[in-house]
């Protein structure tokens, strides 16, 4: 009876057990597949992000092949964004060529002012344009036409420097370019300019900001003596060069002293440096804002050795700017200019005077052509003309003045544009990251992030890789 009891007792035991054995195997099957892509996507993650700071390294360490493909991409057969003998030091030119590929891809600046194809500008520039691949323009705050369209053969090809890189079909990279310190000017009183500090939003104390200003007084009697020292430029309108400096307060704030009283007839340029701990970025600063142009200006290549500044009479691109509401009419722009374009090397000031004049035609005779030559010509009925430039980065200052007065008072006199050229990326995008290359949606990504220097400001370079492959498969 003992014996048949525990028989009994073992296969009720039984029955009841190997239903919850059936069943937790049925759950670990059903578990298993989900761990194991997650323990997947940990392994490939971590060789994405090898392979990632592998490529970061080479790509800011390298030069690229011809070392001065940043003034005409066409001829690159090696992609890297370093000086020559300069690892961790980009290359401003090839920075830039990574603006203009990003132009041409939607990543535009936010001081964007306008945005219209070749159709809405003159004849004989639209002709210029076209031949360079450019079929539209962005202008930004600061009256700079961007190429924004066309794939024009000096632009980059994404897809032909991954395949430089030795990236597969299944990946796709993206590299992102910010600055470690951001600038803002926050206010303007009396002879104080107020400009505050910060690093990935946090406010930085104890840091230098030194200015360089340029500033134009229309009536000439608004000087004061400050702490600040500068030069006479021009007398008129008075436009005087100097520089001040101050220290960030414990909430990121400078109080920088000034030499003029701020008021409405005076124009403040600045070039503004904040730097601390070895680190140390640029901003500009305008007030007030140009309103109406009396110039538009902008960098194109024109060669593989040089690049040009080309200097384009509103009026050529007026379609654009009344169809982008920037003009309201077109008396609004000048009848002829006459520019005088100093400029600033990174190593002490050269002065090149081109005083020659732009008619504004139609369009028919805007196709560019040597400022020099405009210079000489008997029949000035060009309204574009360009400047070759060496291949150092280097701060243009232009000085233009309108050379018939019948106009309506807001057509100003005068006005004075700073570009700089292969300096201060911000000044073309308006703080908005550097951006190039592309992403896979909900794709495993690796990351690697370093610091560079483009000039003597510092940034933050990120490399974004991503894999679009079977998830367990090898990473490569």
Known sequence: MISNNKGQTSAIELVLIIPVIIAAIIVFILLVPNYSYTAGSEVNTFQLSAMAQSLLEYIISSPGNPPNWGLNASQLSSFGLAMPNQPYHLDPFKVIALEYWGFANGYLPNNLQGYCNTSQVGKGFATYLNQHGINSLAVNGYWLILPSGGVGQWLLNYTEVKEMLGLGSNYEFKLVIQPVLNITVIGLNGTNMYVKVTSNGQPVSGATVEVQYFISDQGGDDLVPTSSSYTVISQKPLLIEGTASSTTNSNGIAVVPLPVVFDSDNTYFMLITASIGGLQDYAYYQYPSVVIPLLTVGVLPNGTVYNSIVFVDPHVVRNCLLNSGLLTKTSETALGLRIVAVYKTLYGYTFESLNFTLNPGEGAHSYPIPCV???????????????????????????????????????????????????????????????????????????????????DSAYYITLYLYYGGNVFGAAG
């Open 373 to 455: 030559l405009l210079a000489q010509l008997k029949s000035r009925d060009h309204s574009t003309c360009y400047w070759n430039l060496p291949n150092a980065p280097m701060l243009l200052i232009v000085n233009v003045v309108r050379n018939s007065q019948g106009h309506a008072g807001q057509v100003p006199l005068a006005q004075s544009l700073i570009v700089p050229y292969g300096l201060y990326p911000n000044y073309l995008l308006g703080d908005k990251p550097i951006i190039f290359g592309k992403s896979i949606k909900n794709a495993p990504t690796g990351v690697a992030r370093a610091l560079v220097y483009i000039g």
